[in-house]
Structures are given as C-alpha cells and as structure tokens.
Nanobody, 122 residues
Framework: HVQLVESGGGSVQAGGSLRLSCVAPGHYSTRSCMGWFRQAPGKEREGVATIHTSIPDVYYDDSVKGRFTISQNNNKNTVYLQMNSLKPEDTAMYYC????????????????WGQGTQVTVS
C-alpha cells in the first residue's frame, strides 16, 4: 500500500509554532477520517487530533485543545496540524493515519500510517 507522507516537523523553542502536513493517496471517499498521533521516547503512542472526511467533526486530546488545530484542504487529500504555543512535552514523533471506518475520535478499520515526522521543542 502507498503510505501517507508527513512533513513539517523540526526543532522549535517553547512558545513557537509548527505546521505539519500529511498527504494521503487516493480519493477522499476511500477514507472516513484522518488523524494525528504522537509517540515520545519511552511512552505509548497517543492520539492528538482527528478530522472526519465528509462530516464537519474534529476531535482533540485535552493536552492540545486550544493550541493545535487540525484541518484539511479542499481536495481532502491533505491534512494539516497547526501547532501553536508549543511546549517541551509536545516533543515526539508525530504520525499521520487514515482509516476507512471511524467513530468519533477513534480510527477503527483500514488504518494506514505514515512514516512520521519529528517535532522537538526546547
């Protein structure tokens, strides 16, 4: 399967901003939602934000509410994660994923992943 491709990671000082992008293959009708996840060293992967493809639903983890914004382009093949007011605890590898079946913030079936992009906040 062709994977999702993330970009936009990097190093930034606390309080700074980054915008991550994720390009998904195929037509948007093949996926129900897309989401951003992150995994810090020694920790489990956690969901950050989810956006549904065909309905106006977005979900955020409490740790990023008010600071991060998930959005998609008009063609719905690219998803963005605008990250503002970054904190050192946001440091992690960020992964994009898509799914053919989703419920609220959960990706349930047909999940595809990207390779990840590193975000470091100091």
């Amino acid at each position: 399967h062709v994977q999702l491709v993330e970009s936009g990671g990097g190093s930034v000082q606390a309080g700074g901003s980054l915008r991550l992008s994720c390009v998904a293959p195929g037509h948007y009708s093949t996926r129900s939602c897309m989401g951003w996840f992150r995994q810090a060293p020694g920790k489990e992967r956690e969901g950050v934000a989810t956006i549904h493809t065909s309905i106006p639903d977005v979900y955020y983890d409490d740790s990023v509410k008010g600071r991060f914004t998930i959005s998609q382009n008009n063609n719905k093949n690219t998803v963005y994660l605008q990250m503002n007011s970054l904190k050192p605890e946001d440091t992690a590898m960020y992964y994009c994923a898509s799914a053919t079946s989703c419920r609220d913030r959960e990706l349930l079936e047909g999940i595809r992943w990207g390779q990840g992009t590193q975000v470091t906040v100091s």
